[in-house]
């Protein structure tokens, strides 16, 4: 059974930093891009990053970029997103996801996602 379950998600000020986790069981997505998607309260999930198997190709979302950066230890099987200068519209439940599709760059689909985990910023 493929699960990815996040961790690090919580409440932080406006202008602050917070690191996301991901570990994958089951499989292992070495040949694959991994990503994360949030979505906030009464909106679409959105793309916020993906990484590829190398770690060497990295996309982000526009408003993201430049404050957010995603990695990911292929031999522990995780990914991290590390999120710096938090705002207050960054607020929403993040998820990992495994098996992520370009899908014309919008990166919305993927094969495997975790459960999420909160992410709240106050201003």
């Known amino acids: 059974q493929v699960q990815l379950v996040e961790s690090g998600g919580g409440l932080v000020q406006a202008g602050g930093s917070l690191k996301l986790s991901c570990a994958v069981s089951?499989?292992?997505?070495?040949?694959?891009?991994m990503g994360w998607h949030r979505q906030a309260p009464g909106k679409e999930r959105e793309f916020v990053a993906v990484i590829g198997w190398n770690s060497a190709i990295t996309y982000y979302g526009d408003s993201v970029k430049g404050r957010f950066t995603i990695s990911r230890d292929k031999g522990k099987n995780t990914m991290s997103l590390q999120m710096s200068q938090l705002k207050p519209e960054d607020t929403a439940v993040y998820f990992c996801a495994g098996g992520v599709q370009g899908n014309g760059g919008t990166w919305s689909t993927a094969y495997y996602w975790g459960q999420g985990t909160l992410v709240s910023v106050s201003s």
């Open positions: 089951g499989r292992t997505f070495n040949n694959k891009f």
